[in-house]
């Protein structure tokens, strides 16, 4: 039988030790140093992009912007990792610091930053990156109506169902992805396998909600009016 005091100590696991752990092993697998805002000299970035498999990922984009603040500016440059998950980028000088963006068709999204500027004010050049993505899914919906015809224009919008399980009420945020579709058909990938709302509001004014559980992988459903 688990004790009061156990039951505790689980929920404190949960809450801080495990989430803390995970941070910091993102952290030293992305990062090399501490970035911070400056005249950023660029030059030659690389690294690699490994899977769910720590294997390298072929296809993944890599998009780098520059950062001031909070503000992000213009892309700066892109590339798309070679078989082994290999990229390099050439970046500008800028002012402020950059910020990498990593996309996948069934990965999801990662980001990180970088810059030459450590907080002293002296200047060192990132290593070699390490980046982590997580197992993602895409998705291929039909909305069709009573006929099973697929229907005109409209809007869609997918929000993130997750709970927190065995803390009961505790719900983690929803990120939402929103779009239009044409003819009755949308995709979106990058997006987390775990259960999402999707509701759609046709231009003639129909509409529908649908809980959709979603896999590792493709996932392909059929939203019916």
Known sequence: MVTARQRNFLLVLLL???????????????????????????????????GPDEKGVALVKVVAMDVAGTVVGAELAQAITQADGAFELTLPPVEGRYLLKFTGT?????QLELGWILPGGEQQAPGELRVA????????????????ALVGAGRYQLTSLTSGGLLGGFTAARPVVAGKFDHGTFSVDGLAPERTR?????????RVDAVLEL???RNRHRVEL
């Open 16 to 50: 801080f030790v495990l989430p803390a752990i995970l941070v910091i092993r993102i952290l030293s697998t992305t990062t090399t140093h501490e970035v911070v805002d400056g005249a950023q000299p660029g030059g030659v970035v690389r690294g690699v992009v490994l």
């Open 106 to 110: 069934e990965l999801q999204p990662a």
């Open 133 to 148: 993505m997580r197992q993602g899914c895409g998705l291929d919906v039909e909305i069709v109506g009573p006929d099973k």
């Open 198 to 206: 999707v509701e759609v509001r046709l231009e003639n004014g129909d």
């Open 215 to 217: 896999a590792p992988g």
